[in-house]
C-alpha cells in the first residue's frame, strides 16, 4: 500500500491539509478536512480585509463578487460554464429556490418527481414546495422505476445524483434526457459528487443543480452551498426568494423588485464573506488537482476498501449497501451492520472517522485528495480488530450523541 501511496500523482496534497496525526480520516463526504491554507486565508479577510479595508472591502476586495467568483470555480469542477453557478446560502434554500422556479417554469404539471429515501432536506423542501404551490404533490418512486414514472404530469424530476447513504450514482445523463423526451425539468443534488466523481453538467444537459461546499470542497463547517442554472434557462426562471442582492441594481434601492441578469437572480441576502473565504481556499486547493487523476482514485480508493473488507471483515455480519460497479457508485462505501451505532462508535475511538447513518449503516468516505491506500487498509485492519474482539459492546459505544 506504501507503493501506492507513493506511485499515487495525487499525494502531493495531503501535505496540504492540516489533518491530526493517527487519524484516519473517512468523513470527509460530510464534513471535509481542513486545508491548511484556510486559516491564513481567513485570517486575512479578517485582519486585513475586514480590520483595516473595513466596508471598502465590498469593493476593494471585492467581496460583493464572491458568490459569483467562487461559483465560476467550481463550474470548472462541475463541467458547467463559468457564468452558470453562484455560491450561496445552504442547500437546503437553493433547493428551495430552484425548484420553487422549476415548477412554476412548468405551468399545468402538477408533479416532483423523488424517490423515497432521498436525503431528508430534500423531501422536506419539496413537501413545503408541494405545501406552497396550489395543486403541486410530491411523488416518490423507487429508483429502479423512476425514469418510467416520468410522464406529462411531471413538473421537475428532483433527484439526489450520489446517494448519501448507500452511494448509489444515478445516470445523471439518462435520466435528464428522459426528464426532457417528457417536457420536465431535472434538479440534481451534487453535494456527493462534486470533487467526488466526473461532472458535465453542459454534456448532460442539466438544467438545475444545486451541492454542498463543505464536503469534497473543504469549504469548512456550514460552509456556503452553490447553485447551477443552466444558461438557457436563467432568462425564464424567477426566484422566489427575492432579495435585494438578486435585484438588477440593488444599489439603486428602488421599491420595486426587478431580477438581476443571469445566475445572479438567485442571490437573496448578503452573502457570508468568511465562509465564502474559507470555501474559495477549499476550492482552489481542488482545483490545483487533475480531475482525471481525481476520479481515477476515488474508484481505486472505494474498490481497494470494498475487496480488503470482504476478504478481512468477513464473518462478522457486515453487508455492502453500496453498488460494486464503479460507475454506478460515488466516492463512499457503505456496511450494513445490525451494530452499526456502536462499531462506528469504536473506530472512532481507535482514531477510524467514519459516520454512522441509522438504522444500520456504517459510511466510509474516500477523499481522492487527503486519503491514502494505507489509510485504506489500516481502517480495515481496525475494523477487523474491532469485530473480531467485540470491543464496540463496551458501554460506553452504546450512548448516541446528538450528530452521529
Ligand atoms: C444530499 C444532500 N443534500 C443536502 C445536504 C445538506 O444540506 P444543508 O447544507 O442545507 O444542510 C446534505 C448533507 O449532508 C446532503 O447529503
Known amino acids: 500500500m506504501h507503493r501506492r501511496d507513493a506511485a499515487d500523482p495525487l499525494r502531493p496534497f495531503r501535505a496540504r491539509f492540516a489533518l491530526p496525526d493517527g487519524i484516519r480520516y473517512f468523513d470527509g463526504n460530510s464534513l471535509g478536512a481542513l486545508p491548511v491554507d484556510t486559516a491564513a486565508g481567513i485570517a486575512r479577510t479578517v485582519t486585513e480585509e475586514w480590520g ?21 470555480k467550481i463550474a470548472r469542477l462541475i463541467g458547467a460554464q463559468t457564468h452558470e453557478v453562484l455560491v450561496a446560502d445552504s442547500t437546503s434554500a ?17 408533479v416532483i418527481l423523488t424517490e423515497p429515501g432521498n436525503f431528508p432536506t430534500d423531501l422536506y423542501i419539496a413537501q413545503g414546495v408541494a405545501d406552497l404551490l396550489p395543486g403541486i404533490e410530491v411523488r416518490s418512486v423507487p429508483r429502479e422505476r423512476i425514469a418510467d414514472a416520468i410522464d406529462a404530469t411531471t413538473a ?42 466526473a461532472l458535465d453538467l453542459r454534456a448532460d444537459q442539466v438544467d438545475l443543480a444545486v451541492g454542498c461546499g463543505y464536503k469534497y470542497l473543504n469549504g469548512g463547517p456550514g460552509a456556503p452551498a452553490f447553485l447551477y442554472v443552466a444558461e438557457h434557462l436563467q432568462a425564464t426562471l424567477s426566484s422566489p426568494l427575492t432579495g435585494w442582492m438578486g435585484h438588477a441594481a440593488g444599489f439603486r434601492f428602488e421599491d420595486d423588485y426587478a431580477p438581476a441578469p443571469g445566475v445572479s437572480r438567485f442571490l437573496c441576502g448578503t452573502p457570508p464573506i468568511l465562509g465564502l473565504s474559507a470555501l474559495e481556499t477549499g476550492v482552489d486547493l481542488m482545483l490545483e ?27 462478522h455480519g457486515l453487508a455492502l449497501a453500496t453498488p460494486r460497479d464503479p460507475a454506478a457508485r460515488g466516492s463512499h462505501v457503505s456496511l450494513r451492520h445490525a451494530e452499526a451505532h456502536a462499531i462506528m462508535q469504536a473506530l472512532i475511538a481507535r482514531g477510524v472517522i467514519g459516520d454512522f447513518r441509522a438504522p444500520d449503516i456504517l459510511r466510509f468516505g474516500f477523499t481522492p485528495l487527503y486519503v491514502g491506500y494505507a489509510d485504506v487498509w489500516h481502517g480495515v485492519d481496525i475494523l477487523r480488530d474491532v469485530l473480531q474482539t467485540g470491543e464496540w459492546r463496551q458501554a460506553r459505544f452504546q450512548q448516541r450523541a446528538a450528530v452521529t
Open 52 to 72: 483595516q479595508g473595513l466596508v471598502r472591502s465590498w469593493n476593494d476586495a471585492d467581496w460583493i463578487g464572491a458568490p459569483q467568483r467562487v461559483g465560476a
Open 94 to 110: 437553493n433547493l428551495y429556490k430552484l425548484l420553487v422556479a422549476a415548477v412554476r417554469a412548468r405551468p399545468g404539471r402538477r
Open 156 to 197: 421537475v424530476l428532483m433527484l439526489t445524483h450520489v446517494h448519501y447513504k448507500s452511494g448509489a450514482r444515478f445516470d445523471m445523463a439518462a435520466l435528464t434526457r428522459r426528464a426532457h423526451d417528457h417536457g420536465a425539468l431535472a434538479l440534481w443534488d451534487l453535494s456527493h459528487s462534486t470533487g467526488a466523481v
Open 289 to 315: 488537482a487533475d480531475r482525471a487523476a481525481l476520479f481515477a482514485k476515488s474508484e481505486a480508493l472505494t474498490t481497494l476498501f470494498i475487496a480488503l473488507v470482504e476478504q478481512r471483515c468477513a464473518g
